[in-house]
Nanobody, 117 residues
């Protein structure tokens, strides 16, 4: 069973940057398109931030954070990354990664990002 573990979150001031990581336990990580999501406080649903193709050649970003995020991956390390720049208080959320098609179940624990001065 493939599992993912997100890390890299924390408390950051507005305008700051963070790089989140998502490490997969499976050996077939390079076969999957992967995505980042976030779940804001008090909301039930996870919001898609963007995704990256299995080989990293293509990325696609939703409007919610477009222009401030970069998704990348290192298949040799089975790791997905989310670089977030110019963080805003409304970016406060738990950030998750998962496979684009047929998400892994269960989801990882996520990593908490709090943007506050």
């Amino acid at each position: 069973q493939v599992q993912v573990e997100e890390s890299g979150g924390g408390l950051v001031q507005p305008g700051g940057s963070l790089r989140l990581s998502c490490r997969s336990s499976g050996s077939v990580f390079s076969s999957f398109a992967m995505a980042w999501y976030r779940q804001e406080p008090g909301k039930q649903e996870r919001e898609l931030i963007g995704w990256i193709s299995h080989n990293g050649a293509s990325t696609n970003y939703r409007e919610v954070m477009k222009g401030r995020v970069t998704i990348s991956r290192d298949n040799a390390k089975s790791t997905l990354y989310l670089q977030i720049d110019n963080l805003k208080p409304e970016d406060t959320a738990v950030y998750y990664c998962n496979r684009v098609a047929t998400p892994f179940d269960p989801w990882g624990q996520g990593t908490q990002v709090v943007v506050s001065s």
